[in-house]
């Protein structure tokens, strides 16, 4: 596996493509590059008659792409004459990506990012990035996660060779640095059949078992892990789960409390950071208190206020509502759905929301 | 009780979901559904109301549950009400109660035909074995038995007080753990209880235990000896 990050960009708009060119140069900067695609490799007339996902996958086994960590696309390829492929999608792209077992992130402006967002989280199989927040914080987001793979490839052929490591689960527990949380992780892994074919797929080489797996437990870290609350926590779920105010777990004096819990792996992003669920419960039990609240209390004064019920505010939250993303509280929201992961504890519906999209969120 | 919710050490709020996650394993492996109330597992820890402890209260809906004297038209349903009290900050079990009420259902009503709980405190009480199970006719109360799901209409026993003789029968440690571990070695296949047990082996070390010491010095002052004087050694 390569340790240096080579990041290969699919945009068929000269303007933009030049504006993410650079902003990812700058992200990536100093331990990787990025290429756009469309330029500098050759390809046989015979392969020029293979089906377009056909034709992507040999190119990108060759260089200068041979080697890359992540595939970066617009969603919008209608313009990829540019690019020396009339009609290409960005589906082409995934299938070929999937096929070399290569992580790739997509991107659209329209529609609204949070939409999009959302869309996108029922699409399997790569990572969505909003654009709405222009091509500097999308340029980071890919970087985030270019470097996440990244550093999975480089420590897993250690974390694979000690023996105990035999299951998906035991690695990325290792990997992690969390051998006692295995239990969880397996609890992210039931009924997760999105990943199924993937597991279940066998490389015959080292360095293809290294890359097949580094492309599965990064999609289930970032995917799964670190999408539901439950064994992380994002610093909304944190602070619902702590009982604290979000305006007031946003203070720093709040937060260094807390800094022991601060989850430091791959995809750690010092813009949207994530505490470990145990070692918050650790980290309050250790002070005798019987919450957050009244730890942060303890130590800082009365000042700071319990968290509030996105639904009814005269109610402490405890949980998280995946779709409005606020804090909620048990009584206000469902849990438990057939497509959460087992172990996501902390993640729930809020009643509203339940109610608008309910039959499209199934029971 | 205040039903307060508290936050544990992670190590007995991961052992106590894993116990559970272990539980709803062996029921889904026998092809039988477990139901709980809606809250998280981990955050079934709440206040007592006294600074030095807290309690974790968990009830458990177990329908159609095997039983081989029951005909095909009548299904065999139990409910678990635990509840386990901890000395704070130690986090060391001090007291637990585990109600298990049994119902034959048909026709959508249930019968309560056999009650019970399993009682530890700690320095145990007078008169009272160390671990003991009491038999009564004594329903799990209401609003616990609906948070798990159950929606049957239940019928207690014809006569009111039909449970007349309440022994108290010395068991071992019959802590929530162990109950469970009971529940899958009577009723489901030796396959799935051989599973549970491996997988609940680790999960036991990890879980607060109670403190048994009275009852631990007298059997191993006489060793051959293993009459009902031991479940009583606390008294001496």
């Known amino acids: 596996m390569p340790t240096e990050i080579k990041v290969v960009l699919f945009e068929d708009t000269a303007q933009t493509q030049s504006e993410i060119l650079r902003a990812l140069a700058k992200h990536l900067k100093p331990d990787g590059t990025v290429l756009p695609f469309g330029n500098g490799f050759e390809e046989s007339e015979d392969d020029k008659k293979l089906m377009y996902e056909n034709r992507i996958e040999n190119i990108l086994t060759k260089e200068p792409f041979a080697g890359s960590t992540l595939l970066v696309a617009d969603r919008d390829l209608s313009k990829s004459v540019n690019l020396g492929f009339t009609g290409l999608s960005v589906n082409a792209v995934a299938a070929a990506a999937k096929k070399l077992a290569i992580p790739i992130c997509s991107y659209a402006r329209q529609p ?33 996660a270019a470097r996440g793979f990244a550093q999975i490839a480089a420590e897993l ?80 779920a944190a602070g619902s789960y702590l009982n604290i105010a979000e305006s007031d777990f946003d203070e720093k004096k709040v937060q260094v409390i ?39 209390q303890k ?65 | 009780m205040s039903n307060q919710g508290i936050l544990p050490p992670n190590k007995v709020g991961s052992a106590y979901e894993s116990l559970l996650e272990a539980f709803r394993a062996a029921v889904e492996d026998a092809n039988l559904s477990l139901s709980l109330p809606p809250r998280p597992v981990r955050n079934c820890f709440i206040q007592t109301g006294d600074a ?40 060391l079990l ?3 109660t585990v109600y298990l009420n049994y119902f034959v259902v048909s026709n959508s009503i249930a019968d309560l035909v056999q009650a019970l709980h399993y009682d530890f405190v700690e320095g145990g ?54 109950v469970l571990y009971s529940l899958v070695a009577d ?36 060793m051959a000896h293993f009459k009902s004087s031991h479940w009583f050694a606390h008294m001496r």
């Open chain 2, 125 to 178: 009480q007078a008169c009272h074995p160390f671990f003991h199970v009491q038999l009564s006719d004594e329903p799990i109360p209401e609003e616990d038995l609906r948070s798990t799901g159950f929606d049957l209409e239940v019928r207690s026993p014809a006569r009111p007080n039909q449970c007349w003789v309440t022994t108290r029968i010395p068991t071992p440690d019959m802590t929530l753990a162990s």
């Open chain 1, 112 to 144: 609204e990012g949070d939409n999009y967002d959302w869309r996108g989280r029922w699409e399997e199989g790569h990572i969505v990035l909003s654009f709405s927040e222009g091509e500097d914080e999308l340029a980071r987001r890919a970087s985030v």
């Open chain 1, 258 to 296: 807390f800094e022991e819990a601060l989850y430091h792996g791959p995809f750690e992003d010092v813009k949207k950071p994530q505490w470990w669920r145990g070692v918050l419960d650790d980290i309050v039990a250790r002070e005798n208190c019987t919450d957050g609240l009244a730890l942060v």
């Open chain 1, 157 to 236: 052929p250690k974390v694979m060779a000690v023996a105990g490591n035999n299951s998906a689960v035991k690695i990325l527990a290792a990997l992690l640095g969390k051998p006692e949380y295995s239990e969880k992780f397996a609890l992210y892994g039931v009924g997760d059949q999105n990943r199924l074919s993937e597991i279940l797929a066998q490389a015959k080489l080292p360095d293809q078992r290294i890359q097949r797996m580094t492309h599965f437990l990064g999609y289930w870290l970032w995917d799964s892990l670190l999408r539901y609350p439950g064994l992380l926590v994002n610093e909304i």
């Open chain 1, 299 to 363: 130590k800082i004064g009365q000042a700071i206020r319990r968290s509030q019920c996105c639904v009814d505010s005269s109610k402490s939250a405890g949980y998280y509502c995946i779709i409005s993303r606020k804090p909620v509280s048990l009584e206000n929201s469902k849990g438990g759905l057939s497509w959460f992961p087992r172990g996501a504890d902390l993640t729930r519906i809020s009643n509203p929301k339940f109610d608008e999209y309910g039959p499209w969120l199934g029971a």
């Open chain 2, 187 to 222: 009723h489901l296949e030796e396959d799935t209880f051989s599973q549970f047990a491996k997988n609940v082996h680790s999960i036991q070390e990890r879980l607060p235990s109670p403190s048994f010491d009275p009852l631990r010095k007298s059997l191993e002052q006489s």
């Open chain 2, 52 to 91: 030095t402890t807290a309690a974790f209260k968990e009830s458990l809906y177990l329908k159609g549950w095997p039983c081989r004297k029951l005909s095909g038209t009548k299904r065999l349903d139990v409910v678990i009400n635990a509840l386990e009290t901890f000395a704070r900050p130690s986090w």
């Open chain 2, 94 to 96: 001090m007291k637990s």
